[in-house]
């Protein structure tokens, strides 16, 4: 049983395994894709990011490796393997990796 992208359904999974870094890249999984939101993990090689935007929903960033720089509202936060922030909707945000990480993104659009 799997979600329509392959991710095996009732079964346990290392959530840092299932991306893998990719030299001068962002790598994307998503994990669950619904209606009401998705979930999508990410691998940024050092120095790679995602450039200023904004979302029409509220997320919740989760780091899972490594460190990353979330910028929200002009405001940097560095994170690192096991600390989160949330980001609010409509506000211009970006990310950068400090150091390799990994960050799992879950998207609520309600």
């Known amino acids: 049983m799997s979600d329509k992208k392959g991710i095996p359904m009732a079964d346990v999974q290392t959530l840092t395994g299932l991306i893998a870094y990719q030299d001068s890249a962002v790598v994307s999984k998503t994990l669950l894709d619904k209606g009401i939101g998705t979930i999508t993990l990410f691998a940024f ?6 450039s200023e935007h904004t979302a029409p929903f509220d997320a919740y960033v989760q780091v899972v490796d490594g460190e990353g720089e ?22 211009p945000h970006s990310v950068k990796a400090v150091k390799k990480f990994k960050m799992l993104l879950v998207m609520i659009r309600a």
């Open 70 to 91: 979330i910028t929200i509202s002009g405001t940097k936060f560095t994170l690192q393997a096991g600390q989160m922030i949330l980001m609010p909707a409509n506000e």
């Open 45 to 50: 090689d050092e120095g790679q990011g995602l």
